[in-house]
């Protein structure tokens, strides 16, 4: 029987309407690196040489990049099936946003012109469901610590907050949920209630722009 850990974490109250709600988290020991996973699937398997395991993980990432992207999914029995997931690349703003931030054109406000460029943002994996309940006959948790973790704040003030995001709208025209939530510290749900009260301050001097997903943070013009 294997025998694994875990933590209690407990969610933010924001992203559970200010109620208590209590997860388990595995605790996590050590990173397996291709090289260690090499050398235990020659344990599990002895008849197989690492060439023959390198060539099938070497295959097995050419047939993601070559069927993934055209609207395939992949299943491997007993592993799980694979997919793609797409989303807009706000990492830097295209070449005519670009031109018409230096004109300081009008229309550079629009949300719309920095969401062009669609990307590929992950491959996604399903489990096969006998995987699954192979590993659950197997393996059992047990509790690590007595005490629930309990999400922390942001370490930086309002004021700081406030400066960070001025800072990123600056250096890039616009700010982008996840900017925010990794620059001031804090889980985007956090981040986003946080966001909502600065623009509400008529004196923060950002607007945002755009709906859902597609929201970005800007000046406000004066």
Known sequence: MLKGNYVLKELPGD?????????PKIKFSSHLDYERVMSNMRMFNGTLGEGVIRSVFSALSEALMCWLPLGHTMK?????????????????????????RQEDNEDF?????????????????????????????Q?????????????????????????????????YGYMTLSDYAVATRQSKSSASKDLSEIVADVNSGITVRGMGSHKIWIKKAL
């Open 15 to 23: 992203m559970t309407e200010g109620k208590s709600v209590v997860y």
């Open 76 to 100: 491997i029995d007993g592993l799980g099936t694979f997919s793609l997931s797409l989303g807009f690349d706000t990492s830097s703003p295209s070449e005519e946003v670009e031109m018409m």
């Open 109 to 137: 406000d629009d949300p719309k012109l920095n969401y062009r460029h669609v990307c590929i943002k992950g491959i996604n994996f399903k489990p096969d469901p006998d995987l699954l309940r192979e590993m659950n006959r």
């Open 139 to 171: 393996t059992s948790f047990n509790r690590v610590g007595v005490e629930v973790e309990v999400p922390k704040s942001s370490p930086y003030s309002r004021e700081e907050r406030l400066a960070k995001a001025k800072e990123i709208i600056s250096s």
